[in-house]
């Protein structure tokens, strides 16, 4: 992934910046998820051309926007599937995927159970803010139970999903949890699941200002605890799962954040026949003789 | 031309498909020409199914209306076909466990074969008697067995010689049993010919493309395709099977995006679920080849079936306006080169061109010649791999064709973020906090514009998007894809009655070159004949020229056309 010959100091240069403004709040949770990719890339060293940064529809997902990458800004809650082919297509490229709780959890929950299961080297980051903002305040698949929005006036009665759970029990082979206002804890979360080879998904906390003001940066900062001083080891999945319930279990008066699994297993990639033998956009045309050879099977 | 139609009917789990591939095989090695096409259900033991075996002395366009050599596995099948028996027609049963009841023995041949006992004789194993029972048929057919042999050892060689012998040895045994001779003579051209169905077609034209991506949720009738990509990995392709259709056609754009070759399939329903991204890659101008293979609808409908009446929805599918391709396959031998070409399309405007296969098309297996697999040309079209201006590169920059410069993740200098949200010529949208600024609102009408300019381009480049007049005559049927094929046999069937049919067909369907597809059409006497019960292709005919076809043939059954039936329905309506 990072380049060898590469110098420190152009290493720095590169300030990932496409000098588009992201059409964010102030205040928005996703200022520190931007700042939290950009700080992850530089470190990694990675080239812009070898990023690919795919989003689907909501505030979050104009993420790729300010960015100097590649990228694709594409559907509401399809980011996944658009980013597997790019990742199956050219396994060169370093593919993140960056979307909304609504975009991940609601309407491409489905989406995120297959990734997962087929451990495609991909990041996702997820910028869960429990609301949906972009529509201007609904209830989201991570809405507490009770919350008040626009579209439940007088309290959601439906249970909040465990997205940690189910990347758990799906496959991911590293599910992690970070909070937009512990920047140089979210970066680092990025950083080793950009490294991690296989599918990675960061759940992040990423208050929305505006239209959620139940889960709030101090509601938040309060609650939240980090797993590696707690002694967590991230290597037991019985665990791992134990403790993505844990918050509910103590109606959400601690929030346990940080790595909750990584597992190293071998990727789609590394186990597809086509893909062992190289990147499938450098594969080449087929030849005259096997054309041939398909031809005389049906003879 | 002479043709003999063999049927073998039987249940789910009798063998009745491969004993159909095998004579198809058998038939085509012999140098005969050879259409079949099998009836089933959707289920996987039981029930009726049956394989028609057309076999012909020239090139066959349907697989016939009626039945010349019955091949009863069951009772069922006596039940179920003998309505369909053509005069004379021979039935080969099993006296042991079929009654050729109600089947008047002064009009057909019957002929008992002791088809189970001679299986467990040479064999040891009853699913051998469809061997014996084949063995019989190809005797009254005049085809020694010679071709058959070969083909059982191309097919069975790996299983060991046991097997092989086993296989000709049953075969042998129908083949001169007592009562069975010689009765419909084919003759032969002792040309080997190549055998498939239009799925294999395509999938050759696709491969042949450089397609190395196919994305696809299993549904029939498109799900041979997803098996051929997977029986052709060690070549250098990637299948896909995904979680549902909206994954499909989401990762075959996202593979497409990165640069590769990429297609994604299924039939009406799947389709459903992909109509929101394909309006993605309209946007994003994202090269894309989708296969809609359809089946008779609505909703589940006939699982089984076949049907044309998705024309309107795959032209129409999605919201907003974008360019795209809509192209049926007339033929077997066409979904090869169309398959080859939408490639080539879809990189040259970097749209999405929709394959409209059918059932019909995709299962039924017909004797070709060669395809020219390596005659396929390959345009990836305005793709850029440097940075020639300063500053950040335009993606969607605005030219005169439509056509923008497009660049694959990976190269340095071009990078760019596509957007499904409207946006200006560096990708940068011009939505959310900029929708209806004056100068978001001037971007819009010139990007949507220069989108909407490619379909001007194709239609001034490009001579496909026009009829063809494949036959002339005093008046004209006028079809689309797959039914062209029967309406071919049905105008030679009525040009040999007096009546002077030709015929008109359409395979490209968008755009369409409406001035010339108006002068084409002007002035004649027309009939469309189509798959479908509201007559889709008239309506497209009408939206694009005015010209109003009066007279149809529509057929929404389930079952396919043949050259009889449309040919009895032409004459019924000039009367």
Redesign the interface.
């Known amino acids: 992934m990072s380049d060898s010959n590469q110098t420190a100091v152009t290493k720095a240069k590169q300030n990932f910046a496409?000098?588009?403004k992201p059409?964010w709040c102030p205040g928005c949770g996703d200022f520190g998820v931007h700042a939290g990719i950009v700080k992850a890339l530089q470190e990694i060293g990675v080239?812009?051309?070898?990023v690919?940064?795919?989003s689907g529809?909501g505030c979050s997902s104009?993420m790729?926007?300010p960015?100097?990458?590649?990228?694709?800004?594409?559907?509401h809650g399809?980011l996944?599937?658009?980013?597997?082919?790019?990742?199956?297509?050219?396994d060169?490229?370093t593919v993140i995927g960056t979307g909304g709780d609504g975009d991940g959890y609601g309407i491409g929950v489905?989406?995120l159970?297959?990734t997962a299961r087929r451990n495609i080297d991909i990041t996702y980051i997820v910028m869960n803010n429990e609301i949906y903002g972009l529509t201007t305040g609904q209830t989201s698949p991570t809405s507490l139970m009770g919350a008040k929005t626009k579209s439940t006036p007088f309290g959601s009665i439906e249970n909040p999903e465990n997205p940690v759970g189910i990347a758990i029990s799906a496959g991911a082979t590293y599910v992690a949890r970070a909070f937009s206002g512990d920047p140089m804890h979210m970066a680092t979360l990025i950083k080793n699941g950009i490294l991690h080879k296989g599918f990675s998904i960061i759940d992040v906390f990423s208050p929305c200002v505006t239209f959620n003001n139940l889960n709030t940066y101090d509601w938040f900062r309060s609650r939240v605890y980090k797993l590696d001083q707690a002694g967590h080891d991230p290597s037991d999945k019985a665990k791992a799962m134990e403790k993505s319930f844990e918050a509910e279990a103590n109606n959400w008066e601690k929030i346990p954040i940080g790595l909750f699994y990584k597992e190293e297993k071998p990727t789609y990639s590394s186990m597809?026949?086509?893909?062992q033998?190289g990147a499938?956009?450098n594969?080449?045309?087929?030849t005259?003789q096997?054309?041939?050879e398909?031809?005389e099977e049906?003879? | 031309m002479n043709s003999v139609s063999i049927r073998i009917a039987g249940a789910n789990g009798d063998g009745v498909e491969s004993s159909g591939s095998l004579m198809i095989r058998v038939a085509a090695k012999n140098g005969l020409h050879v259409f079949g096409y099998r009836g089933y259900q959707s289920i996987i033991r039981g029930g009726h199914v049956w394989y028609q075996v057309r076999i012909a002395d020239e090139r066959l366009n349907s697989h016939g209306e009626g039945i010349d050599i019955l091949i009863a596995l069951n009772q069922d099948a006596i039940k179920n076909q003998k309505s369909h028996l053509n005069d004379k027609a021979v039935v080969i049963f099993d006296p042991s466990k079929v009654k050729p009841e109600g089947i008047d023995a002064s009009k057909y041949r019957l002929v008992g074969v002791p088809l189970l006992d001679i299986a467990i004789e040479v064999s040891g194993d009853p699913i051998m008697r469809n061997v014996v029972a084949i063995g019989s048929a190809l005797k009254f057919v005049g085809i020694d067995l010679n071709a058959f042999n070969e083909v059982i050892k191309a097919t069975f060689g790996r299983k060991g010689d046991k097997v092989v012998q086993s296989n000709i040895k049953a075969a042998e045994k129908g083949y001169n049993y007592n009562g069975v001779e010689t009765v419909y003579k084919i003759k032969s051209d002792g040309k080997e010919r190549y055998t498939m169905d239009g799925n294999t077609a395509l999938s050759i034209g696709a491969y042949a493309a450089g397609c190395k991506f196919y994305s696809a949720y299993p549904m029939t009738p498109a799900s041979s395709i997803l098996h051929w990509f997977a029986a052709h990995e060690n070549k250098g392709v990637m299948p896909k099977q995904t979680e549902d259709e909206i994954a499909a056609i989401n990762m075959a754009i996202g593979a497409s995006a990165a640069g590769v070759r990429s297609m994604c399939g299924t039939s009406g329903g799947g389709f459903s679920l992909m109509v929101e991204a394909l309006g993605l890659a309209g946007i994003l101008e994202t090269p894309l080849v989708v296969v809609e293979s359809q089946r008779t609808g609505p909703s589940t409908g006939l699982p089984t079936k076949t049907e044309q009446a998705d024309l309107l929805f795959v032209m129409h599918a999605s919201q907003g306006e974008f360019p795209r391709i809509v192209v049926a396959p007339r033929s077997t031998e066409e979904s090869f080169d169309i398959a080859a070409e939408a490639f080539n399309l879809a990189d040259r405007y970097q749209c999405p061109v929709i394959i409209l296969m059918d059932l019909y098309l995709s299962e039924h297996v017909r004797s070709m010649e060669r395809l020219n697999v390596e005659g396929v040309t390959i345009d990836r079209g305005k793709v850029v791999t440097e940075q020639k201006e300063e500053g950040r590169f335009k993606r969607y920059l605005i030219t005169d064709d439509g056509v923008s410069p497009r660049a694959f993740p990976g190269t340095k200098g071009l990078e760019f973020i596509a957007p499904s949200d409207e946006h200006n010529e560096y990708g940068d949208l011009v939505s959310d906090a900029f929708a209806g600024l004056d100068e978001s609102v001037e971007v819009r009408i010139q990007m949507n514009a220069k989108r909407m300019r490619k379909i001007d381009t194709m239609l001034e480049r490009e001579s496909v998007f026009v009829p063809h007049v494949d036959i002339e005559g005093e008046q004209y049927l006028v079809t689309f894809g797959s039914t062209t094929q029967p309406a071919i046999e049905a105008v030679e069937l009525l040009k040999a009655k007096g009546h002077n049919f030709g015929l008109i067909s359409f395979n490209y369907l968008m755009p369409l070159d409406a001035e010339k597809t108006a002068k084409i059409l002007q002035g004649k006497k027309l009939i469309n004949v189509e798959g479908n019960s509201t007559g889709q292709l008239a309506k497209v005919i009408r939206m694009a020229t005015g010209i109003n076809i009066e007279r149809s043939i529509l057929k929404s059954d389930g079952e396919a056309f043949t050259g009889e039936l449309i040919a009895n329905e032409a004459m019924r309506l000039i009367k």
């Open positions: 496409s000098g588009i059409i080239e812009k051309e070898k690919a940064i795919v529809i104009s790729p926007h960015f100097s990458t590649y990228g694709v800004h594409s559907l399809r996944l599937p658009v980013a597997s082919g790019m990742k199956l297509a050219n060169d490229l489905g989406h159970i297959h597809d026949m086509t893909l033998k499938l956009i594969q080449p045309m087929p005259k096997q054309l041939g398909i031809m049906y003879k």
